[in-house]
Structure formats: structure tokens, C-alpha cells
């Protein structure tokens, strides 16, 4: 189970693709067992989010739209997960403006 759905791909909006997501990383041993600890934090569905306007600015413009939280957490739960489709939507969203 994910914390937030997929934080990084919210991270990757917000620095206009400057960080980039990985899907998933553990380092595993077989001395030691995993541990994995939930936090759900998420901000409210009418929270826009997009990228930081100076990361933007620097970059010759934004990559991704702003969106509201909920509009992006709507695309995520409509279909099974499929790598990166939430940032997909998000970046085809700037193609409708």
C-alpha cells in the first residue's frame, strides 16, 4: 500500500520535471527484515497543485497544468495503475489549454 498515491509523480508536477520519479525502490537484505510504515497525508481536493512558478519560469515554461488535488486523484483511482498515466494526464492537460 502506498502512503499518497504516488507522491513523486506529485513532486515531478510541482518542480516542472526537474525531479524525477522512481515507481517503487527497496533495498532488501536476507539478515534483516523489511519494515514499510504508511503516512497518509494528502491536501484537500480543492487544492491546486502544479509546477513552482520559478522552476517553471527558469525552464521556459511549464510542463504540467495546474489541476485541482482532487481532479488528479480522480484520474489516478479511474483505471488500474499503469506507470506513469497520472502524469501523462496531468501533461496532457497543457495540450487542451
Not at 507522491?7 to 525502490?25: A, P, T, W
Not at 512558478?53 to 504540467?64: F, N, S, V
Amino acid at each position: 500500500m502506498d502512503s499518497v498515491p504516488h507522491i513523486h509523480f506529485q513532486e515531478m508536477i510541482l518542480s516542472n520535471g526537474r525531479y524525477k520519479s522512481v515507481e517503487h525502490m527497496a533495498r532488501v537484505s536476507n539478515t534483516r527484515d523489511r519494515i514499510s510504515i504508511p503516512i497518509f497525508v494528502s491536501p484537500r481536493p480543492e487544492t491546486r497543485i502544479g509546477p513552482l512558478q520559478g522552476l517553471a519560469e527558469k525552464d521556459g515554461g511549464a510542463i504540467y497544468r495546474d489541476l485541482d488535488f482532487g481532479e488528479y486523484m480522480n484520474n489516478f483511482f479511474s483505471a488500474a495503475h499503469d506507470g506513469k498515466k497520472t502524469l501523462d494526464f496531468a501533461r496532457s492537460m497543457l495540450d487542451q489549454e
